[in-house]
């Protein structure tokens, strides 16, 4: 049996047969009652390290670490500045 997933307009697809990667979270459960987990979301949509950090951390702070999960992707949105934009003069 397989089980479809729609990321914008691409679809995952997860073998029930065989237990997924998604499906074991190793210490919490904060990503688990996610409709897409941040993973996915990255993954699909090919974003940065930076990138991908300030999405899992800005997803889930309420139900782990508040301030300073929102702290975490702050510091990860400097970086990603710092380095997508240093070389180019800072340009908005």
């Known amino acids: 049996m397989k089980k479809k997933l729609a990321v914008g307009n691409k ?3 997860r073998i029930a ?4 990667a998604l499906d074991t979270q ?3 459960g904060h990503y688990k009652n996610m409709v897409i987990q941040p993973v996915v979301f990255c993954q699909v949509n090919k974003l940065t390290f930076c990138e991908s950090s300030v999405i899992k ?3 889930r702070h309420r139900n782990k670490n508040k301030l300073q999960d929102l702290e ?8 990603l500045i710092d380095i997508e934009y ?4 800072r340009k908005k």
């Open 57 to 59: 951390y800005v997803c």
């Open 11 to 13: 679809t995952v697809v």
């Open 17 to 20: 047969k065989k237990k997924s």
């Open 72 to 79: 975490k992707a702050k510091h990860f949105i400097d970086l």
């Open 86 to 89: 240093a070389k180019k003069g």
């Open 26 to 28: 190793v210490a919490g």
